[in-house]
């Protein structure tokens, strides 16, 4: 009964999703997705033990791509099949180099779940943080195929914990394994009668570290930069735009970069009106050309990373609408890390926040007096520095307990 419900839940969302692409360009991006998986090349699977990884977007694939490395590392007979549910992530990683067979994630269906399954023919299933699809789950259980959620947190108010989807939650009982990202998502799951959960960490806190680790210099950025304090914003959406940019405009010896989450051009006037001539893109960059320059806004995709090396502080974008982008990124280079209010979701914020390296902002005046407090004192800084540093080594782990769990179920040894 209640997998019925579902599938019907499925089939109504289905007809609202296609319906609005007629109107929106990314839901008709993914309506188009949809048909992907029936003719992508899948030559390579065919020729090793395939691994699925599904991620939701861009966020999950770095949660998954750090594991992904470890099982390709000196084993060619593995094969990575990686889908995608947002055209977003898809776009991104279309051309992903380790992986042998890229998609879409075809929707919920019985009849497609069991199509898919059968042109694809996974031998270990791995889904990441929050991507629950019931049928998918109970078809692969029913195929006898490893399964394993991975980086998994679940928030008190998550709605497997509800009344209403309580017989949806006992489904991940089907799960090979629950890997988990702290104690308190284990006793949670553990409440509602999960037993094969282990608590592994988050392989987010590799991942970040390995592209700290990465050797990057810009002449471009050093020359911007010079001696000046700077602070990076990246992943912002118009919505945090309105509490930043009357207050960044009190700060005028602060350097300014920021990476927003989408190329969108009414975002950039905004910039404009407010900082004009100061103002320089990252695609009209030239050696010489940021000279008296305030604020490089980047106009391209796939550098912010990298860009957090440069700041004395970072703001991560997202929380005045739907919710915080990857904090980690920025807090890997020690730095403090300031965001908005909606950020429940994240166990790793709220632990930035416990430690006294992560600053939840509600407002402008939030963010002015938070700013001004960690600009003018080294020593604050100094601090946040060695507690991230202690953080990050402390929460290493994760991507061993993800590829072992693979290996024994694939059945293939460790390279040595």
């Excluded at 403090?336 to 166990?347: K, M, Q, T, Y």
Aim: glycine content about 6%; overall charge neutral.
């Amino acid at each position: 009964m209640v997998s019925a419900l579902y599938t019907a839940a499925v089939f109504t969302y289905l007809i609202f999703a296609y319906a609005y692409s007629l109107l929106d360009d990314k839901a008709r991006k993914w309506r188009l997705g949809q048909r992907h998986w029936r003719s992508v090349k899948i030559d390579a699977l065919l020729e090793g033990k395939t691994v699925w990884f599904h991620c939701a977007s861009v966020g999950e694939f770095e949660q998954a791509r750090p594991v992904i490395e470890s099982l390709k590392d000196g084993n060619s007979e593995i094969k990575i099949l990686l889908t995608f549910y947002s055209p977003s992530g898809f776009e991104v990683h279309e051309n992903y180099e380790l992986a042998d067979c890229i998609t879409y994630i075809p929707a919920d269906i019985p009849s497609l779940v069991e199509e898919f399954l059968s042109r694809m023919k996974p031998d270990v299933v791995v889904f990441i943080k929050y991507e629950l699809w019931f049928n998918f789950i109970q078809i692969i259980r029913r195929r006898n195929i490893p399964m394993a959620l991975i980086c998994a947190h679940f928030p008190e108010k998550h709605f497997v914990f509800s009344w209403l989807a309580k017989s949806l939650g006992s489904k991940l009982k089907l799960l090979s394994e629950i890997q988990v990202q702290n104690e308190q998502t284990k006793a949670r799951l553990n409440q509602i009668g999960l037993g094969n959960v282990l608590v592994a960490g988050d392989t987010r806190f590799e991942r970040v570290v390995s592209v700290s680790n990465e050797s990057y210099a810009n002449k471009c950025i050093e020359r911007f930069v010079e001696d000046s304090q700077v602070i990076v914003i990246g992943s912002n959406w118009p919505s945090d735009d309105n509490i930043l940019l009357s207050a960044l405009s009190k700060f005028s010896s602060l350097k300014v970069i920021v990476a927003p989450h989408e190329m969108d051009q009414s975002q950039l006037e905004n910039w404009r009106e407010i900082f004009g001539e100061e103002l320089m893109l990252w695609s009209e960059m030239v050696e010489g050309s940021l000279i008296n320059k305030r604020v490089l806004y980047v106009d391209t995709l796939g550098v912010l990373s990298k860009l957090y090396r440069y700041a004395h502080v970072a703001y991560v974008g997202g929380g005045f609408g739907k919710s915080v982008h990857n904090t980690l990124e920025a807090a890997v280079y020690g730095i403090p890390v300031l965001f908005g209010p909606n950020n429940a979701r994240f166990d790793e914020i709220q632990q930035l926040k416990r430690i006294g390296s992560g600053f939840e902002i509600k407002n402008a005046q939030d963010f002015s007096k938070q700013l001004d407090v960690l600009l003018n004192s080294e020593e604050v800084l100094q601090t946040i520095s060695a507690l991230n540093e202690e953080y990050f080594d402390r929460n290493r782990g994760a991507v061993i307990h993800a590829t072992d769990w693979v290996r024994q179920s694939l059945k293939v040894k460790k390279p040595s």
